[in-house]
């Protein structure tokens, strides 16, 4: 019984010593009785080791504490401009107080609410001392911030001060790593953070600004000494049936002087974890966007970006790794850098059936399966001056290095007859250039630009090819052994290139201003081909007799002058403008001089635009375009550039000159919701640089003439963008019209390509329910001459579907299908592609958990038609079968 | 002799003549004050040479802006606008910028019949016709007095004034400390931008970082101030129409 009565005891004790606790609430007002917002009230318990606790009155003065009954709580209340107010209460019940504070005549900059107070208000900034907040459980900032009063985090990190929104964080005070706040919040480290100020941020929009320092805000961390060096990241690794496997580490280092992301992915599933995006993030991100937009939009196109992108491939592995530093020099330098390093394996196939345009060639079939074993990196460093005056100075060098070694065996067959050919491919490129830019405004009638770039790049392709047919017997002096021909080609280019372009921009006038512009550009390159037979013993069969290889020697001057004049009359902006070019330029062929010329150019331009109203306006645009194509093209001595084309250069080529004249139209009614734009253009070739081809059977041989073949193109495009509540819906159209002539078999064929489409586009921003997004294009084209007409159709709908359901699943899933008609032979073809992946991860937990299926339907091949001059294709391309992988993420 | 007529007549050219030249307009320039270049403690030096920078960009080119108040002292409204320039290529954002801060960037009324002052804002598509009462600040007079082009001013201060730093953090009625020197000789309720309502013309008027200060009063006659024919909104109906524009 003694026994039963202790345990009951026990049981009880736990349940009685349960703190109750009331509410102390009221209001703090002022001698007049006026409620005094935003007013400090701490309350700290003077008996136990209870937390602290905290609240600042509202805009009608009104405060509530909850305390501890039977407890002595020391509660002080203080406000910028009156006197501090203290005094101990111990409530046993719900109870109202009311305080009334008196001015003080003292001014005061800073207020101590107490010596090592959880909270220090100071004139726009509220700082909360951290420690008074943890209970140690912590692992991230996110967990801290939660614990701090007035503040609110969700899911994705998105944090909220006392109802405002944070748009940016900082750490010691400077920007931390791409400025997107989410990173900070869910990867600091909860023991490295000392304090938290939340800080005013103004707008840069004077229009905005009553409005936007209201509602948003800045959050400062400051790190504890001894802890400013930390790293987090996360680990994804992933495996799947057939020896598929994905590691995909991502980390970050971050020290006071030095911020370090390190980028990791190893996989066989030819999968890219470091997408497009990151690559734009590591050259600068959306500041780069802002500061300058063409050498951002330049990056989504280069041959990185599009590797990134690269699809096309039966099987892909991959080892990635990929480094950006961020490094305070000191003294006004900062220097961002970054490094990518990428080896792979690639495998692909392509099949094509190609029906020639010449109605007496027999159609081909061809079979081209490829192994790419690549390596590359890039390397950029990027050196930033910035001191308080008028000049900004940037520096930028990049080294680029790529090298690989592809095999890809092809064979074609026509009307019974095999060709095969097997190629090595062995590609290396070295690249470096160095930018320097400069800005300087040295009042506000005189602004300086100026940029001078220097870049050497040097590249070499060795190419073994096998194959069992003789090719080009007319012109290649083939050794005839056996059935097998084996031909070496090496290819060798050096480039150093200096390029300086100085603007200057003065205003006259109100009204007047002009733009005196200067610089040249200056080319000298080397280009290299050697075409020879390897016969079985090993010794060199030399084609240099029969007119192959070239030793090019190419040296180009262009230097130019020129100005813009700008004027508005009320509101019509013209700006016209003219430069001059002086082009000087040098061909040399095994040291003996083929070429030597000078050439002035005359290039005029013109621009207008009116505007209606903020939203509404109009641009005219007419351009004169000169310029000098690649120099290959003036090698003018056979080389071999596929098994069925063979080239020959042209010494006497010039520089390309074209005109275009565009018109756009925009309205960006932001209120409304409503955006469309309109665009008309139209070019005209003066003279360009054209193939001049002679077809035999599936044999082209070319060359290259600078003629004044007549080339229009015209073109129109618009679309319309309207948001909906929570509806997103886009509609685009653009239709182009160009005739052109080309030379085949000393034939001068007339052609007619149009092509027009539309598309339209819905996408849903749900908080609650799946968001989708849902569209689908239509497009013709049309190629047709005196011979042939061929029209193409095709329908591509598509889906992407992202749903976040019991708080902490998110399924994902994106459908693509494409339907494809020839109309003139009536040839249909579809192929459909899917993707999905389902992932779960509990908040606040350090692990996450993947299922991901690629290619859903294990769909072969993708199909796609295309149509030139001389054929009309259709093409298989293979890609990698269906792919099933479980991924484990954890954070650290 | 009608005299009557002749009486009237002359009684009439009397009163033009006597209103003739009573209108004024009176240019104005912005310029930045010391206390602009204050920069927070908690930020890092690589951020403060950049903030600094872009500060002393605004510094020097904040003058390139002339701005026109006329009053039209018969129907007594006045007109406060910029003198429209060109902008040079590529700083059309910066300009906005500068011709915003303080007030300026589109014109503004004083209507002194209405007590309000409007502003007549095409931004981003919209127009936002916004009136606020007049004057819009609470101005404290001081007996403080100095010389501006000749005229004896005296300073008024917002009622929340520098000399008791108290500052509503984080509220939506956070209140700046503004200044202005009013010249009592002059028209009383006009001043530039939001300016207006004290008991003379404002002659200078700003915040801690930066004032708008006028260069020169001209005596006109016949100006006529066209007040825009339009519904107007208030304060309140203005910042939740922007919020929609920038929250989505």
């Given at each position: 019984?003694?026994?039963?009565?202790?345990?009951?005891?026990?049981i009880?004790?736990?349940l009685?010593?349960?703190?109750?606790?009331?509410?102390?609430?009221?209001k703090?007002?002022?001698?007049?009785?006026?409620?005094?917002?935003?007013?400090?009230?701490?309350?700290?318990?003077?008996?136990?080791?209870?937390?602290?606790?905290?609240?600042?009155?509202d805009?009608?003065?009104?405060?509530r504490?909850?305390?501890?009954?039977?407890?002595?709580?020391?509660?002080?209340?203080t406000?910028?401009?009156?006197?501090?107010?203290?005094?101990?209460?111990?409530?046993?019940?719900?109870?109202?107080?009311?305080?009334?504070?008196?001015?003080?005549?003292?001014?005061?900059?800073?207020?101590?609410?107490?010596?090592?107070?959880?909270?220090?208000?100071?004139?726009?900034?509220?700082?909360y001392?951290?420690?008074?907040?943890?209970?140690?459980?912590?692992?991230?900032?996110?967990?801290?911030?939660?614990?701090?009063?007035?503040?609110?985090?969700?899911?994705?990190?998105?944090?909220?001060?006392?109802?405002?929104?944070?748009?940016?964080?900082?750490?010691?005070?400077?920007?931390?790593?791409?400025?997107?706040?989410?990173?900070?919040?869910?990867?600091?480290?909860?023991?490295?953070?000392?304090?938290?100020?939340?800080?005013?941020?103004?707008?840069?929009?004077?229009?905005?600004?009553?409005?936007?320092?209201?509602?948003?805000?800045?959050?400062?961390?400051?790190?504890?000494?001894?802890?400013?060096?930390?790293?987090?990241?996360?680990v994804?690794?992933?495996?799947?049936?057939?020896?598929?496997?994905?590691?995909?580490?991502?980390?970050?280092?971050?020290?006071?002087?030095?911020?370090?992301?390190?980028?990791?992915?190893?996989n066989?599933?030819?999968?890219?974890?470091?997408?497009?995006?990151?690559?734009?993030?590591?050259?600068?991100?959306?500041?780069?966007?802002?500061?300058?937009?063409?050498?951002?939009?330049?990056?989504y196109?280069?041959?990185?970006?599009?590797?990134?992108?690269?699809?096309?491939?039966t099987?892909?592995?991959?080892?990635f790794?990929?480094?950006s530093?961020?490094?305070?020099?000191?003294?006004?330098?900062?220097?961002?850098?970054?490094?990518?390093?990428?080896?792979?394996?690639?495998?692909?196939?392509?099949?094509?059936?190609?029906?020639?345009?010449?109605?007496?060639?027999?159609?081909?079939?061809?079979?081209?399966?490829?192994?790419?074993?690549?390596?590359?990196?890039?390397?950029?460093?990027?050196?930033?001056?910035?001191?308080?005056?008028?000049?900004?100075?940037?520096?930028?060098?990049?080294?680029?290095?790529?090298?690989?070694?592809?095999?890809?065996?092809?064979?074609?067959?026509?009307?019974?007859?095999?060709?095969?050919?097997?190629?090595?491919?062995?590609?290396?490129?070295?690249?470096?250039?160095?930018?320097?830019?400069?800005?300087?405004q040295?009042?506000?009638?005189?602004?300086?630009?100026?940029?001078?770039?220097?870049?050497?790049?040097?590249?070499?392709?060795?190419?073994?090819?096998?194959?069992?047919?003789?090719?080009?017997?007319?012109?290649?002096?083939?050794?005839?052994?056996d059935?097998?021909f084996?031909?070496?080609?090496?290819?060798?280019?050096?480039?150093?290139?200096?390029?300086?372009?100085?603007?200057?921009?003065?205003?006259?006038?109100?009204?007047?201003?002009?733009?005196?512009?200067?610089?040249?550009?200056?080319?000298?390159t080397?280009?290299?081909?050697?075409?020879?037979?390897?016969?079985n013993?090993?010794?060199?069969?030399?084609?240099?007799?029969?007119?192959?290889?070239?030793?090019?020697?190419?040296?180009?001057?262009?230097?130019?002058?020129?100005f813009?004049?700008?004027?508005q009359?009320?509101?019509?902006?013209?700006?016209?403008?003219?430069?001059?070019?002086?082009?000087n330029?040098?061909?040399?062929?095994?040291?003996?001089?083929?070429?030597?010329?000078?050439?002035?150019?005359?290039?005029?331009?013109?621009?207008?635009?009116y505007?209606?109203?903020?939203?509404?306006?109009?641009?005219?645009?007419?351009?004169?375009?000169?310029?000098?194509?690649?120099?290959?093209?003036?090698?003018?001595?056979?080389?071999?550039?596929?098994?069925?084309?063979?080239y020959?250069?042209?010494?006497?080529?010039?520089?390309?000159?074209?005109?275009?004249?565009?018109?756009?139209?925009?309205?960006?009614?932001?209120?409304?919701?409503?955006i469309?734009?309109?665009?008309?253009?139209?070019?005209?070739?003066?003279?360009?640089?054209?193939?001049?081809?002679?077809?035999?059977?599936?044999?082209?041989?070319?060359?290259?003439?600078?003629?004044?073949?007549?080339?229009?193109?015209?073109?129109?495009?618009?679309?319309?963008?309207?948001?909906?509540?929570?509806?997103?819906?886009?509609?685009?159209?653009?239709?182009?019209?160009?005739?052109?002539?080309?030379?085949?078999?000393?034939?001068?064929?007339?052609?007619?390509?149009?092509?027009?489409?539309?598309?339209?586009?819905?996408?849903?921003?749900?908080?609650?329910?799946?968001?989708?997004?849902?569209g689908?294009?239509?497009?013709?084209?049309?190629?047709?001459?005196?011979?042939?007409?061929?029209?193409?159709?095709?329908?591509?709908p598509?889906?992407?579907?992202?749903?976040?359901?019991?708080?902490?699943?998110i399924?994902?899933?994106?459908?693509?299908?494409?339907?494809?008609?020839?109309?003139?032979?009536?040839?249909?073809?579809r192929?459909e592609?899917?993707?999905?992946?389902?992932?779960?991860?509990?908040?606040?937990?350090?692990?996450?958990?993947?299922?991901?299926?690629?290619?859903?339907?294990?769909?072969?091949?993708?199909?796609?038609?295309?149509?030139?001059?001389?054929?009309v294709?259709?093409?298989?391309?293979?890609?990698?079968?269906?792919?099933?992988?479980?991924?484990?993420?954890?954070?650290? | 002799?009608?005299?009557k007529?002749?009486?009237?007549?002359?009684?009439?050219?009397?009163?033009?003549?006597?209103?003739?030249?009573?209108?004024?307009?009176?240019?104005?320039?912005?310029r930045?004050?010391?206390?602009?270049?204050?920069?927070?403690?908690?930020?890092?030096?690589?951020?403060?040479?950049?903030?600094?920078?872009?500060?002393?960009?605004?510094?020097?080119?904040?003058?390139?802006?002339?701005?026109?108040?006329?009053?039209?002292?018969?129907?007594?409204?006045?007109?406060f606008?910029?003198?429209?320039?060109?902008?040079?290529?590529?700083?059309?954002?910066?300009?906005n910028?500068?011709?915003?801060?303080?007030?300026?960037?589109?014109?503004?009324?004083?209507?002194?019949?209405?007590?309000?002052?409007?502003?007549?804002?095409?931004f981003?598509?919209?127009?936002?016709?916004?009136?606020?009462?007049?004057?819009?600040?609470?101005?404290?007079?001081?007996?403080?007095?100095?010389?501006?082009?000749?005229?004896?001013?005296?300073?008024?201060?917002?009622?929340?004034?520098?000399?008791?730093?108290?500052?509503?953090?984080?509220?939506?009625?956070?209140?700046?400390?503004?200044?202005?020197?009013?010249?009592?000789?002059?028209?009383?309720?006009?001043?530039?931008?939001?300016?207006?309502?004290?008991?003379?013309?404002?002659?200078?008027?700003g915040?801690?970082?930066?004032?708008?200060?006028?260069l020169?009063?001209?005596?006109?006659?016949?100006?006529?101030?066209?007040?825009?024919?339009?519904?107007?909104?208030?304060?309140?109906?203005?910042?939740?129409?922007?919020?929609?524009l920038?929250?989505?």
């Amino acid at each position: 019984m003694n026994q039963l009565f202790k345990i009951f005891l026990l049981i009880l004790i736990p349940l009685t010593s349960f703190p109750q606790t009331h509410e102390l609430e009221g209001k703090i007002q002022d001698s007049l009785q006026n409620g005094i917002p935003n007013t400090n009230i701490i309350a700290t318990p003077l008996d136990t080791d209870d937390e602290i606790t905290f609240s600042i009155s509202d805009q009608k003065g009104r405060y509530r504490l909850i305390l501890s009954e039977h407890s002595r709580y020391l509660v002080e209340i203080t406000h910028l401009g009156f006197k501090k107010i203290s005094d101990t209460i111990q409530i046993s019940e719900d109870q109202t107080q009311n305080f009334t504070l008196q001015e003080s005549t003292e001014s005061l900059e800073e207020v101590l609410i107490r010596q090592e107070m959880a909270v220090i208000v100071k004139e726009d900034t509220i700082t909360y001392r951290t420690d008074q907040f943890k209970t140690g459980e912590e692992r991230k900032l996110r967990d801290v911030l939660k614990k701090l009063p007035g503040v609110e985090v969700d899911r994705e990190g998105n944090v909220k001060v006392n109802g405002k929104s944070v748009t940016k964080l900082m750490v010691d005070g400077k920007t931390f790593f791409t400025g997107d706040e989410k990173l900070g919040v869910n990867n600091i480290p909860a023991d490295a953070v000392d304090e938290v100020e939340a800080l005013d941020n103004y707008n840069d929009v004077a229009f905005l600004k009553g409005l936007e320092d209201s509602d948003k805000m800045a959050l400062n961390i400051k790190l504890k000494d001894g802890k400013k060096k930390f790293a987090f990241g996360d680990v994804e690794a992933g495996a799947g049936i057939e020896n598929r496997y994905l590691l995909h580490p991502k980390l970050f280092y971050y020290s006071p002087k030095t911020a370090v992301n390190l980028i990791g992915d190893f996989n066989n599933v030819g999968q890219k974890s470091f997408t497009v995006q990151d690559y734009l993030d590591f050259e600068g991100g959306f500041g780069l966007a802002l500061e300058d937009p063409s050498t951002y939009f330049n990056l989504y196109s280069d041959e990185f970006a599009q590797f990134l992108r690269e699809d096309e491939f039966t099987y892909s592995k991959n080892d990635f790794a990929a480094a950006s530093l961020y490094q305070d020099l000191g003294r006004n330098f900062s220097l961002d850098a970054y490094s990518i390093f990428n080896k792979g394996k690639l495998r692909t196939k392509t099949v094509q059936d190609i029906s020639y345009q010449s109605s007496s060639q027999a159609d081909e079939f061809r079979n081209n399966t490829g192994q790419n074993d690549l390596l590359f990196s890039i390397n950029k460093i990027k050196l930033r001056y910035d001191n308080m005056d008028n000049v900004d100075l940037r520096a930028n060098t990049t080294i680029k290095y790529n090298d690989g070694e592809s095999q890809s065996n092809l064979s074609s067959l026509v009307q019974n007859n095999e060709e095969f050919v097997n190629t090595n491919n062995q590609p290396r490129q070295l690249e470096f250039t160095q930018t320097l830019n400069l800005n300087t405004q040295f009042s506000y009638k005189h602004t300086t630009k100026a940029e001078i770039t220097f870049k050497h790049s040097e590249s070499n392709n060795n190419r073994l090819w096998d194959f069992n047919e003789a090719l080009f017997t007319d012109i290649m002096p083939l050794v005839v052994e056996d059935d097998s021909f084996q031909l070496e080609q090496d290819h060798t280019t050096k480039l150093n290139n200096i390029k300086l372009n100085a603007k200057h921009y003065w205003v006259l006038a109100d009204f007047h201003h002009i733009y005196p512009v200067a610089g040249f550009n200056y080319f000298n390159t080397e280009f290299n081909t050697l075409d020879r037979q390897i016969l079985n013993d090993g010794s060199i069969n030399s084609f240099e007799d029969a007119g192959f290889n070239n030793r090019l020697d190419f040296s180009l001057l262009d230097a130019y002058v020129g100005f813009q004049y700008k004027t508005q009359i009320d509101d019509l902006v013209l700006r016209p403008g003219l430069v001059v070019h002086n082009y000087n330029w040098n061909v040399a062929q095994f040291s003996n001089e083929i070429a030597n010329e000078n050439k002035m150019m005359l290039l005029p331009e013109f621009f207008a635009e009116y505007e209606f109203n903020s939203s509404k306006k109009i641009k005219l645009e007419y351009n004169r375009y000169s310029n000098f194509s690649k120099i290959s093209q003036f090698a003018n001595r056979l080389r071999l550039q596929s098994f069925n084309q063979l080239y020959r250069g042209n010494s006497e080529l010039e520089n390309q000159i074209y005109n275009r004249i565009r018109l756009n139209y925009r309205n960006f009614n932001m209120f409304r919701g409503l955006i469309y734009f309109i665009n008309l253009s139209y070019s005209h070739r003066e003279q360009s640089i054209r193939n001049l081809t002679e077809i035999d059977g599936i044999d082209q041989i070319s060359t290259s003439i600078y003629t004044d073949l007549p080339e229009n193109t015209y073109s129109i495009s618009g679309n319309i963008n309207k948001r909906i509540s929570d509806y997103r819906l886009s509609f685009g159209t653009n239709f182009s019209f160009s005739d052109y002539s080309r030379i085949i078999n000393n034939e001068t064929l007339d052609y007619q390509n149009n092509n027009y489409g539309y598309n339209l586009k819905v996408q849903t921003r749900y908080d609650e329910w799946p968001n989708l997004e849902v569209g689908f294009r239509h497009s013709f084209s049309e190629l047709s001459s005196e011979n042939s007409t061929n029209e193409f159709m095709r329908i591509t709908p598509f889906a992407i579907l992202e749903y976040d359901f019991f708080e902490d699943f998110i399924f994902k899933f994106n459908y693509d299908y494409n339907y494809f008609e020839n109309q003139s032979t009536n040839n249909i073809n579809r192929f459909e592609i899917a993707e999905s992946s389902l992932f779960y991860s509990k908040e606040d937990s350090a692990w996450g958990f993947e299922i991901q299926a690629t290619n859903l339907f294990d769909v072969s091949f993708k199909r796609e038609n295309s149509v030139n001059e001389f054929i009309v294709a259709d093409r298989r391309i293979f890609l990698q079968p269906r792919t099933i992988l479980f991924k484990l993420i954890y954070k650290l | 002799m009608n005299y009557k007529r002749l009486y009237i007549l002359v009684l009439l050219l009397n009163f033009t003549l006597a209103h003739a030249q009573s209108d004024f307009k009176v240019t104005y320039k912005k310029r930045v004050l010391p206390e602009y270049f204050q920069i927070s403690d908690s930020v890092s030096d690589v951020k403060k040479s950049r903030y600094l920078k872009v500060r002393n960009s605004v510094k020097r080119n904040i003058g390139k802006f002339k701005y026109t108040l006329q009053i039209d002292t018969e129907s007594n409204i006045s007109e406060f606008k910029v003198i429209e320039t060109m902008s040079v290529d590529g700083n059309e954002r910066f300009n906005n910028n500068l011709k915003g801060m303080l007030g300026g960037r589109f014109p503004i009324y004083n209507h002194l019949k209405k007590d309000s002052v409007f502003e007549n804002a095409d931004f981003r598509g919209k127009i936002y016709f916004t009136s606020y009462k007049s004057p819009r600040y609470k101005w404290r007079l001081t007996k403080k007095t100095k010389d501006i082009l000749g005229f004896k001013c005296y300073l008024a201060v917002t009622e929340e004034s520098t000399d008791k730093t108290v500052i509503f953090n984080f509220q939506k009625d956070k209140k700046e400390a503004f200044h202005a020197w009013y010249a009592p000789s002059l028209p009383a309720k006009y001043g530039p931008s939001f300016f207006t309502g004290l008991p003379g013309l404002v002659l200078q008027a700003g915040n801690k970082k930066m004032e708008i200060y006028a260069l020169d009063i001209k005596n006109v006659s016949n100006v006529e101030v066209e007040f825009p024919d339009k519904k107007s909104i208030t304060e309140e109906q203005k910042n939740k129409q922007l919020k929609a524009l920038i929250g989505r």
